[in-house]
């Protein structure tokens, strides 16, 4: 199976199941409409009269050398990794996101937290919950040594006392247990000052900065609870910690809604501030809301994708790569990698949501939807049954991914949404998949061009 498009003026061939590219000429992109396997020995007299623009001795060569690589395992390969769909997928757990904050001081418009209080009343972690949720990560990872812990609100800022002493007394007993923590933590940056900089760039392995691009779109879409705009407070700290970050992991990380569809000035701007490491996401959401992304704004947002695309090719042909893409980013060297690729996030799996009161989710988006809780760190009891569950959800384990092109660079989408807003965590959120497709066809061209620079 391949899956072909054109991309800013070059014709691109995905052959899905061994994630070769092949960047063709406009013969070769028309001829994939005919040609396909069984391959015949001579090109068929049948597809050089429905070629009858292209020279026919020049489309009988492409044939054979579409044969040839079909032979070689590069061109249409068969989909054989059902086949580790089928291998357990149980795993210990291995990852937290640790909601050390039901509260907020911000008011985002689109806020999936409902502002910080996850629909319940606003409150921090203690610090004996947060060394709570570190043993009871200790004792359900098996003989996973790398363990990873996400600081996470509402804005964990908010409750610093019980970020500092959780690292403290993870760092304390990871060596008795044969573990080794990584911290990241996802912050609105307000609440940011030297101390709090320099203990995040000493304990954080990454973090991740909130950020939605121009002041004038950040501003009306994340204001302070006074109404007022969030911009300047935030980016002069988010500069001085990323200057002292080193050569640690961060990134900077906006959110794109109805507003902004043209959200690559918005990329461009966070990286005039300074930041090379960046993500500019769609809102998903209510679509009654006003500033959701509907099926209409799909032309424009591929647009969109498009420019984005063009303007990071033009920066490589020039050697002035500025800024890392995180939804462009794919290694074409890699391949699809079986399991790994099958089952995406991990969540209600490998990676559990902790919530201030010690309460278990799948993850951060399922928190304060009853039917999802899981158990408590308290009890030390995980609900087996939804455990299992996520296990053995993978690409081939939903209908419309297990056909679709992008499944092994998509894994299967966002399970959260499509519980909220499909009402199954089986079904794809359509929109989603669309914008998906669109960035993963974006990210694959950049690669390539990259690749034949
Ligand atoms: S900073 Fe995050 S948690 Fe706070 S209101 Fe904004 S989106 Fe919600
Ligand atoms: S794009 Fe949608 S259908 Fe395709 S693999 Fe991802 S979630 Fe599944
Ligand atoms: S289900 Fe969605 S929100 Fe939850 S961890 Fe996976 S990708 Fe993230």
Redesign the pocket.
Known sequence: MIHKYEQNGSYIVLDICSGGVHVVDKLVYDLLDYAKPPFADKCPDEIISKMADYDSEEVAECYLELKELYDAKMLFTDDDYAQYAAMAMKAPIKAMCLHVSHD?N???KY?F?Q??DFGGSRMLMDVETGKKAMDFLIQHSADRVNLEVDFF???PLMAWDTVVETVKYARSIEKQHNKNFRFTITT?GILLDDEKIDYINKEMSNCVL?LDGRKCINDNI?PTPNGSGSYDIIVPKFKKLVDGRGDKDYYVRGTFTKYNLDFADDVLHINELGFEQLSVEPVVTDPEMPYAITKDDLPTIFAEYDRLEKIMEEQKVKGERKFNFFHFMIDLNQGPCAVKRLRGCGCGNEYVAVTPEGDIYPCHQFVGIEEWKMGSIYTGEVNQQIKDYFAGIHIYSKEECGTCWARFYCSGGCNANSFIYEGDVKKPHKLSCEMQKKRIECAIALAAAEKSE
């Open positions: 907020c911000l008011r985002c806020c937290a502002t910080g609100g509402g804005e609105n909130s994340r």
